[in-house]
């Protein structure tokens, strides 16, 4: 298949390096990139505080009428 690496007195083929490479690379990207909360709402930009409880109080009503007809 390809060429072999003698490392610590065995040989290892280098695909095997190649693999083992990328498996560490992803590892430790999938550790350094910061975990987000998905369940946080986007924020309401209302233009007055009415506005703001008509958004709320619209959402909360459609979550309730959800979850009635998921049941």
Not at 8 to 20: D, E, M, S
Not at 32 to 59: H, L
């Amino acid at each position: 298949m390809g060429g072999y690496f003698n490392i610590a007195g065995r040989k290892i083929a280098a695909h095997h390096l190649v693999l083992g490479v990328l498996a560490t690379y992803g590892v430790v990207l999938k550790a350094v990139i910061p975990k987000t909360d998905k369940t946080q709402p986007p924020p309401i930009n209302a233009s007055s505080d009415e506005e703001s409880r008509f958004i709320q109080d619209f959402i909360k009503a459609a979550e309730a009428e959800e979850k009635k007809t998921a049941h």
